[in-house]
């Protein structure tokens, strides 16, 4: 069974300093990845995606992940942050069909 | 193009009752996908429905429910709610499978009493 740690459920960081969120999955196959946002009252919006290739991923906003199958993660970041970005990330994995499985979210706050 | 619509909005319900939600995708899209949201137990897959016929089903018990109509519109149905049931419920689009790009409504907010 696949599943998504979100190492850090809470990251608190001062606004234009740079910000790495943490995850890390368990699957022995491979696997479709996935970061999405959440902002206040909102559903979720997908930043970027990881399918093949290129282990270095862009996606909106200003944010890039990379893909790391030997150690299992696929982090988050982006170089430089804005008080916008203050929402609450998820990382995910699809499992059988188009069910995504996802970590428990990490709160990210941009402080002035 | 139009986003994934879900109604209602947030919604109030008592012990007991039943309630049905509606998630409209994206035009052209056949897949819908209902997750749950909760403080405690993060977000949840309940089910999935593709061209009318469900193909997977989350971890829930029998009183969730779903259905897709022909024009790929979806309700979801909560029988006999217990206090539990309180969470956003989100609903997802997408073309094809594997779904590459989800596409998530607002969410129907549910408090029951």
């Known amino acids: 069974a696949q599943s998504v740690t979100q190492l850090d459920s809470q990251v608190p960081v001062f606004e234009e300093a740079p910000v790495e969120l943490r995850c890390n999955y368990s699957s022995s196959v491979s696997v479709y990845l996935f970061w999405y946002v959440q902002y206040p009252n909102q559903g979720l919006q997908l930043l970027l995606k990881?399918?093949?290739?290129?282990?270095l991923v862009k996606g909106i906003n200003g944010f890039e992940a990379e893909f790391n199958k030997s150690q299992t993660s696929f982090h988050l970041r982006k170089p430089s942050v804005h008080i916008s970005d203050t929402a609450e990330y998820f990382c995910a994995v699809i499992r059988a069909g188009n069910m995504l499985t996802f970590g428990g979210g990490t709160r990210l706050m941009v402080k002035p | 193009k139009a986003g994934v619509t879900q109604t209602p909005r947030y919604l109030i319900k008592t012990r007991g009752q039943q309630v049905t939600l509606s998630c409209s995708p994206i035009s052209g899209h056949r897949s819908v996908s209902w997750y749950q949201q909760t403080p405690g137990q993060g977000l949840q897959f309940l089910f999935e429905y593709f061209s009318e016929t469900q193909r997977n089903k989350g971890n829930f018990p029998g009183r969730f429910s779903g259905r897709q109509f022909s024009n790929s519109r979806s309700e979801m149905n909560v029988s006999t709610l217990e206090l539990g049931d309180s969470a956003l419920y989100l609903c997802?689009?997408?073309?094809?499978?594997?779904?590459?790009?989800?596409?998530f409504g607002p969410g129907t907010r549910l408090t029951v009493t």
């Open positions: 997802a689009s997408s073309f094809g499978t594997p779904a590459y790009e989800q596409y």
């Open positions: 990881y399918l093949s290739g290129s282990t």
